[in-house]
C-alpha cells in the first residue's frame, strides 16, 4: 500500500512574513490562533493580511479556538476562509459538529494527554482529525515546548487522522515519525525565535528532519 510522507502543520503563526516561509518551506497548513490566553494570539487583522495572500496557494488555513462560541467562530471561518479549525477547549462532541455544519472548515479536535484516559476520550470525537499535544503548566493551551510519553498513543483505536504536536522540533521530528506515525507534527515552540515569532533557520531545519525522515524505511505516514 503506498503511504505518504508526514504532513507539517505550522501553527502559532502571527504575521504574514513568517506564514510566507513556512508555505514555501511545504506546510501542510497554517495555524493561527485566536485565544486571548495565548503569547501566539493573531490579531484578526493579521490573519486577514494571511489569508489574502495564501488562501489560493495549496497550503491549508486554520483557526484555533479554545471555547470560542460557535458565533465567533463562524465569523472569523467565514471571513478568513478557513479550511480547518481547530477546537483546544473543553469542547463536546456535539459543538464539534456543529462547528464543521456551520463553516463548512474541516475539525481538528485537539486534547492534552496526561495519561491513557486522555487518548481514549478522544474516540468520542468523530471529526476530521485528532489532534494530540502535552499538558503542560496550568492555563496554556498548547504551545508549552513540552513533549509527552508518546507510548500513550499505542492504546488509541480510532482510524481518524492524527496530528502530534508538543514540543516538535528538528531535534525530535524523525523520531517522533519513527515511533507515532503520525498524518502530520504540528509546530509552535519548537520553530520560534519568541512566542509568535518563528526562527527561519529551525522552521528550515525541521522541513528538512522530516524530508529525512521520509526517506527512512521505518518512516510510514498514514495515508493520505
Given at each position: 500500500?503506498?503511504?505518504?510522507?508526514?504532513?507539517?502543520?505550522?501553527?502559532?503563526?502571527?504575521?504574514?512574513?513568517?506564514?510566507?516561509?513556512?508555505?514555501?518551506?511545504?506546510?501542510?497548513?497554517?495555524?493561527m490562533i485566536?485565544?486571548?490566553?495565548?503569547?501566539?494570539?493573531?490579531?484578526?487583522?493579521?490573519?486577514?493580511?494571511?489569508?489574502?495572500?495564501?488562501?489560493?496557494?495549496?497550503?491549508?488555513?486554520?483557526?484555533?479556538?479554545?471555547?470560542?462560541?460557535?458565533?465567533?467562530?463562524?465569523?472569523?471561518?467565514?471571513?478568513?476562509?478557513?479550511?480547518?479549525?481547530?477546537?483546544?477547549?473543553?469542547?463536546?462532541?456535539?459543538?464539534c459538529t456543529?462547528?464543521?455544519?456551520?463553516?463548512?472548515?474541516?475539525?481538528?479536535?485537539?486534547?492534552?494527554?496526561?495519561?491513557?484516559?486522555?487518548?481514549?476520550?478522544?474516540?468520542?470525537?468523530?471529526?476530521?482529525?485528532?489532534?494530540v499535544d502535552?499538558?503542560?503548566?496550568?492555563?496554556?493551551?498548547?504551545?508549552?515546548?513540552?513533549?509527552?510519553?508518546?507510548?500513550?498513543?499505542?492504546?488509541?483505536?480510532?482510524?481518524?487522522?492524527?496530528?502530534?504536536?508538543?514540543?516538535?522540533?528538528?531535534?525530535?521530528?524523525?523520531?517522533?515519525?519513527?515511533?507515532?506515525?503520525?498524518?502530520?507534527?504540528?509546530?509552535?515552540?519548537?520553530?520560534?525565535?519568541?512566542?509568535?515569532?518563528?526562527?527561519?533557520?529551525?522552521?528550515?531545519?525541521?522541513?528538512?528532519?522530516?524530508?529525512?525522515?521520509?526517506?527512512?524505511?521505518?518512516?510510514?505516514?498514514?495515508?493520505?
Amino acid at each position: 500500500m503506498t503511504t505518504a510522507p508526514t504532513k507539517v502543520k505550522v501553527c502559532g503563526l502571527t504575521n504574514l512574513h513568517d506564514a510566507e516561509l513556512a508555505a514555501e518551506l511545504g506546510a501542510w497548513a497554517l495555524g493561527m490562533i485566536f485565544y486571548a490566553g495565548s503569547p501566539r494570539r493573531c490579531s484578526v487583522e493579521e490573519a486577514v493580511a494571511i489569508s489574502a495572500a495564501l488562501r489560493r496557494r495549496s497550503v491549508l488555513l486554520c483557526g484555533v479556538f479554545v471555547n470560542a462560541t460557535l458565533e465567533e467562530i463562524a465569523r472569523i471561518g467565514d471571513e478568513l476562509a478557513l479550511d480547518l479549525v481547530q477546537l483546544h477547549g473543553d469542547e463536546g462532541p456535539s459543538f464539534c459538529t456543529e462547528v464543521a455544519r456551520r463553516t463548512g472548515a474541516r475539525v481538528i479536535r485537539a486534547v492534552q494527554v496526561e495519561g491513557p484516559g486522555d487518548v481514549r476520550d478522544l474516540e468520542r470525537y468523530h471529526v476530521d482529525f485528532h489532534l494530540v499535544d502535552a499538558r503542560g503548566k496550568k492555563g496554556l493551551r498548547g504551545g508549552t515546548g513540552e513533549t509527552f510519553d508518546w507510548g500513550l498513543i499505542a492504546g488509541r483505536r480510532s482510524n481518524v487522522p492524527l496530528i502530534l504536536s508538543g514540543g516538535i522540533d528538528a531535534g525530535n521530528a524523525g523520531e517522533a515519525i519513527a515511533a507515532v506515525h503520525p498524518y502530520a507534527l504540528d509546530s509552535a515552540s519548537g520553530t520560534e525565535s519568541a512566542p509568535g515569532r518563528k526562527d527561519p533557520d529551525k522552521l528550515r531545519a525541521l522541513f528538512a528532519a522530516v524530508e529525512a525522515a521520509a526517506a527512512e524505511p521505518s518512516a510510514i505516514g498514514q495515508p493520505a
